[in-house]
């Protein structure tokens, strides 16, 4: 987590990157900081605190003119969110700035071997780093140095340093981090993500692993450099600039949550222009054939897009008849399950960075198995390192809480399953289409869930319960509900709550349910009599073909295999007009961040 930015060129440095700053607080918002180099006096000023990236721009002084400056915004990993712990940290004579997201593992270790008698001012792992860097710069040279302090590091970073000594260089490096560089005439930006470069960049290179660059202003020209860590030269292909400004703007929206709630029809409708061109699919043969000749299928994913990949094992088992189980990454990378011959293995990420997903990349990789990655960032690291990749198409999600993603996963998870079925069961396009108008209908009837959920969703509580695919909508709902209101929220198959869950249930208590599908709907129903005999104020979303006079919010009839795809819009505005109403930071969250890159 955390997002780097870090400026040498033409522009006001400290500009490019507040504003860059402003554009990754969703990977991380505790604490932040800024350093930057001040061309009359020669010095170099440091700002950091507790808290967000407004109070660094609003509360601080920057009528500086300044070319060359590093930023940070932070999601605490060693250390609690306070000032003495925000970036920049220094080395121990104050002579190199540095700013780091990952997590360094042997920091003790190196500490003791090499710099026992430092004391740090701050209780993180990155000090260590920087104070090496100092350390071996008393012999080396300071690109040198930085590398030989690389070789020595454990873990993840993506990392930019400013040396004192010359206000006209700036050095990055990256392992496992995510890390761009942006490149302009008038200047060189790096950043987390590439949505901080958009406006300084006409070309970018998403920077490898295990990488160094140096960045140098020299006769007004900017220039970089990049190498490994022993020192040969890299010489990567920059790729064109080609996101638009809008599309990383809340455009109107009061928060970008709900902007990407209303974005998911044209999600879907994107995705079948993209990959259904005149009702033939123009997903590459390479990637048909994998999964045609696959004996089982292991989709590895976390949060939404782990529920994204429970409905692909639905799609991939009734539609395509493969065998197919879904992981949780973080419990994958370390309690591997015994892999079948010939297994294909796909990952699921909106950002492409999670990092308990790379290590599973990395180790299924060293294993010689096949992979895929479905993602919505195709210059993320799981987008480079897979064998193929798939493009959700889905557009900047910036709301921490994931909505289009999930809706663009479900949809290409669809499709996949589609084409490699030897019968088709339907016409996708078609059905697709009209899951669109269905998600339609109830965006823009929003504001009867607006109404709905107002008295209702206040207890500390809630359940939501359906059976099949409702109940992959159910996990999926609760996560989201969750994680923005803070109200405790559990997505239950709506036959196991009797089996001990149920004690919880108590007056008020609510209870959402989910129906839409035909042949289980009696059973549910069932259930939502048991709980309602216990006191459960419950609310009912279902289909039309299966709804009941009382039930509460009734959506368009669609093919059951896609109904994950609109059962999921009243839940996503559910979740977001609670947390309105509880007046919660609805985009950012406590304590999350949107891209998890730690283990
Ligand atoms: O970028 P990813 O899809 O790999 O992220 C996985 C989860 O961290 C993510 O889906 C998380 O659960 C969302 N914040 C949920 O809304």
Not at 311 to 335: C, D, L, Q, R, W
Not at 353 to 370: I, M, N, P, S, W
Not at 447 to 459: A, P, R, S
Not at 539 to 548: F, H, K, M
Request: charged share 20%; hydrophobic share 45%; aromatic share 8%.
């Amino acid at each position: 987590m955390c997002g780097i930015v870090g400026y040498l060129g033409e522009k006001k440095a400290t500009d490019v990157i507040l504003a860059g700053l402003e554009k990754l607080e969703y990977r991380g918002y505790d604490s932040c900081g800024i350093f930057f180099h001040v061309e009359k006096t020669n010095d170099f000023i440091t700002y950091k605190d507790k808290g967000r990236i407004s109070h660094l721009i609003n509360d601080f002084n920057y009528k500086f003119d300044n070319h060359l400056g590093i930023g940070h915004t932070r999601w605490a990993t060693h250390g609690k969110p306070n000032r003495e712990n925000s970036h920049p940290h220094f080395s121990f004579s104050t002579r190199f700035a540095i700013v780091h997201n990952g997590v360094i593992e042997n920091y003790r270790e190196l500490t003791a071997k090499y710099i026992p008698d430092v004391e740090f001012a701050s209780e993180t792992d990155t000090e260590v780093i920087v104070n090496l860097i100092e350390h071996f710069a008393t012999e080396l040279s300071i690109e040198e140095a930085i590398r030989k302090t690389l070789s020595l590091i454990e873990g993840s970073y993506a990392l930019l340093i400013v040396d004192k000594q010359n206000s006209n260089a700036m050095y990055a490096a990256k392992n496992k981090s995510p890390l761009l560089i942006g490149i302009a005439p008038n200047g060189i930006t790096l950043a987390s993500d590439v949505m901080a470069l958009v406006e300084h960049a006409e070309t970018y290179i998403p920077i490898e692993d295990k990488t160094f660059v140096s960045v140098f202003a020299s006769d007004d020209k900017f220039e970089y450099a990049m190498v490994d860590i022993i020192g040969v030269p890299v010489i990567p292909k920059p790729l064109k600039m080609d996101i638009v400004l809008e599309d990383i703007g809340k455009g109107g929206y009061s928060h970008y949550m709900l902007k990407e709630i209303c974005e998911q029809p044209s999600v879907v409708r994107k995705i079948m222009d993209k990959y259904l061109v005149n009702g033939n699919t123009v997903i590459p043969d390479a990637i048909v054939k994998l999964f045609q000749n696959t004996n089982r299928i292991y989709i590895v994913a976390a949060g939404t897009s782990m529920h994204a990949g429970y409905v692909g094992k639905y799609y991939f088992e009734h539609v395509s008849m493969i065998p197919t189980e879904v992981f949780i990454a973080s419990e994958f990378a370390y309690n591997q399950p015994l892999i079948v011959d010939n297994p294909l293995f796909v990952f699921i990420s909106q950002s492409g960075e999670t990092a308990d997903l790379r290590a599973c990349l990395l180790r299924v990789k060293e294993l010689g198995h096949k992979t895929i990655t479905i993602t919505n960032v195709p210059t993320s690291t799981l987008a480079r390192e897979a064998d193929h990749f798939l493009e959700i198409f889905a557009g900047p999600e910036i709301a921490v809480a994931s909505t289009k993603a999930y809706v663009g996963q479900v949809t290409i998870l669809a499709l996949l399953a589609y084409i490699v079925a030897k019968r088709k069961p339907f016409d996708l396009h078609l059905e697709l289409s009209k899951v669109a108008i269905a998600m339609d209908a109830v965006i823009d009837n929003r504001e009867y869930i607006d109404n709905l959920v107002k008295d209702k969703l206040t207890k500390r509580n809630c359940f939501y319960i359906g059976r099949g695919l409702d109940y992959y909508t159910c996990l999926e709902a609760a996560l989201k509900l969750k994680e923005i209101s803070y109200i405790q929220t559990e997505g239950f198959a709506a036959g196991e709550l009797k089996h001990g869950t149920i004690a919880l249930i108590e007056d008020g208590i609510p209870v959402i349910a989910i129906i839409s599908q035909a042949h289980i709907a009696n059973n549910t129903r069932a259930n939502i009599r048991e709980v309602m005999a216990r006191g459960a104020e419950v609310i009912v979303i279902a289909l039309t073909a299966v709804s009941d006079l009382t039930d509460d919010i009734v959506l368009m009839d669609v093919n059951e295999m896609l109904t994950p795809l609109v059962t999921v819009i009243p839940t996503q505005l559910i979740a977001y007009y609670s947390a309105l109403h509880l007046g919660k930071d609805i985009d950012k969250p406590r304590n999350l961040a949107k891209s998890v890159t730690v283990e």
